[in-house]
């Protein structure tokens, strides 16, 4: 990993200096969000860019925008034909997630692992751009 990771949510703003500590820290956000709206997580990677992460269902999302903050932006893509909306916050506010780019939990988890140790986005994920 290089360089500290910034975490961002509801749940406040840390510095993290290793990627253990980035899934202790998602860890403790997925559990105070149990029972409750899921979040979105927002995780900086100085050079890389920015992932969200929604965190506190079974099913979780990924977006990301590149350090540039230029497109192309990036969502996961889960089932291409999917209906609906899963509502997640994020400061503060509802966002409504289409249903099409829900993935499971732990493939967002291993993406945001990726995204920590190498500054890379998980190939196993299938990405849209925005």
């Known amino acids: 990993m290089a360089g500290a990771i910034h975490v961002r949510s509801d749940y406040g703003e840390h510095i993290i200096d ?4 980035l899934l202790d820290r998602l860890a403790l956000i997925e559990e105070r969000c149990l ?3 899921p979040v979105l997580v927002e995780i900086e990677r ?3 860019g920015y992932l969200k992460v929604g965190l506190g269902g079974s099913k979780s999302v990924l977006e990301f925008v590149p350090v540039s903050l230029d497109p192309p932006y990036l969502a996961s893509l889960g089932d291409p034909t999917a209906a609906g909306t899963m509502i997640f916050r994020f400061e503060g506010e509802h966002t409504e997630i289409p249903a099409r780019h829900l993935i499971p939990r732990e493939l967002a988890l291993a993406a945001a692992r990726r995204f920590c140790s190498a ?6 994920v299938t990405w849209e751009p925005q």
Do not use: D, K, V
Not at 18 to 21: I, Q
């Open 18 to 21: 290793s990627c253990a500590g």
């Open 35 to 37: 029972g409750a709206t």
């Open 46 to 48: 100085a050079g890389t």
């Open 119 to 124: 500054g890379e986005l998980l190939q196993e």
